[in-house]
């Protein structure tokens, strides 16, 4: 399986990104996708998730009513769309995908077996 992210770059605070993430190597609609960052010094850390079928999203409580992560399947594409950026959402964004097949959105980095080089995303106030 290959993850490719791409769409980072710097924005100034309250503008927008989208990031994409391309999949290739298995069928792509049947795994559940996440996105996670990592900012300088801090632990990785949860963002948003997709369930294989697309109906349910999660979100980290720090990106709830500003990120809207989604999936096209014919493309095996995952997309995060970010609004209202802030200088503390600066971090290098990487997409996932889980291990298993058929499961619900997984929050933890663990149950992920598949991870993209991860996207820079950097926020100036």
């Known amino acids: 399986v290959q993850l490719q992210a791409s769409g980072g770059g710097l924005v100034q605070a309250g503008g927008s990104l989208i990031l994409s993430c391309a999949a290739s190597?298995?069928?792509?609609?049947?795994?559940?996708m996440g996105w996670f960052r990592q900012a300088p010094g801090k632990e990785r850390e949860f963002v948003a998730g997709?369930?294989?079928?697309?109906?349910?999203?999660d979100y980290a409580d720090s990106v709830k009513g500003r990120f809207t992560m989604s999936r096209t399947n014919d493309r095996n594409t995952v997309y995060l769309r970010m609004n209202s950026l802030k200088p503390e959402d600066t971090a290098v964004y990487y997409c996932a995908q889980v291990g298993t097949l058929h499961t619900n959105i997984k929050r933890t980095a663990r149950s992920y077996g598949y991870w993209g080089q991860g996207t820079l995303v950097t926020v100036s106030s």
């Open positions: 997709i369930n294989w079928s697309a109906d349910r999203t």
């Open positions: 190597g298995r069928t792509f609609s049947d795994f559940a």
